[in-house]
């Protein structure tokens, strides 16, 4: 699988924008970038997806670049229930033993400052 | 929808012994993965059924352990004998399908602690 870059840690104020890059220099055509979240005591959740063009959900945005080798989270509005880590995974489209497994990195931890 | 459920929340053993983590996937996802986290290290694939039948278990780190998921419907992960190192945070997941496209829904974990 493709790798994923992330920062450690971000800070964001309550009720603020939030906006949480990955890289992934070596992604290839076919690769799906997939968000989890992943709660404090809590398993992970899924986020968003998204291939080339940009997408939005009910959860947040997915902004990816021209060239797909980075992408960027966005939270519209965070909130205190947002503190989490985030994780940016690639994910192959093609069927397979093993391409159904999500790759998990160290993620990037979120802290909401109310 | 009830979501996918884990039991125990915690379990606590000693080196030696065998321990049993039992999960309920969603209500007709065929799919269903276990993962680990250990150590403070990241989450790591162990296995995926589909249905009865195991589908790619790459993940499973020895033969101390023994996933199985008769009748496709919940699926059990024993340690026998566990290990220190076993120690962490083990999820399930599960999935409708298993393409790409497909979320998966994760539990919220069984802590092993082995003494």
């Known amino acids: 699988d493709a790798k994923t870059t992330q920062p450690n840690s971000m800070e964001s104020n309550e009720e603020e924008p939030v906006h949480l890059p990955c890289n992934h220099s070596?992604?290839?055509?076919?690769?799906?970038i997939h968000w989890y979240r992943q709660l404090p005591s809590q398993g992970p959740e899924y986020v968003i997806h998204?291939?080339?063009s940009n997408v939005n959900n009910r959860m947040a945005s997915l902004a990816i670049a021209e060239d797909r080798k980075s992408s960027t989270l966005i939270l519209h509005r965070a909130t205190l229930r947002d503190a989490a880590v985030y994780y940016c995974?690639?994910?192959?489209?093609?069927?397979?033993?093993?391409?159904?497994?999500?790759?998990f990195g160290k993620g990037t931890k979120l802290s909401v400052i109310p | 929808e009830a979501g996918v459920t884990q039991f125990p929340s915690h379990s606590v053993i000693e080196k030696g012994q065998t321990v049993t983590l039992r999960c309920d996937p969603i209500?007709?996802?065929?799919?269903l993965y276990w993962y680990r986290r250990v150590m403070g290290k990241e989450i790591k694939f162990l296995l995926h059924?589909?249905?009865?039948?195991?589908?790619?278990e790459s993940g499973m780190p020895n033969n101390r352990f023994l996933a199985e998921r008769t009748g496709g419907t919940y699926s059990t992960l024993k340690v026998q004998p566990a290990e220190l190192e076993d120690s962490g945070v083990y999820f399930c997941?599960?999935?409708?399908?298993?393409?790409?496209?497909?979320?998966?829904?994760f539990g919220p974990g069984t802590r092993l602690t082995v003494l």
């Open positions: 059924f589909v249905k009865e039948s195991k589908q790619d």
């Open positions: 209500s007709g996802h065929d799919n």
């Open positions: 070596t992604i290839s055509g076919t690769d799906y």
């Open positions: 998204g291939l080339t």
């Open positions: 997941a599960s999935s409708r399908d298993a393409g790409t496209y497909n979320e998966q829904f």
């Open positions: 995974i690639l994910r192959a489209a093609y069927s397979g033993a093993g391409s159904y497994q999500l790759t």
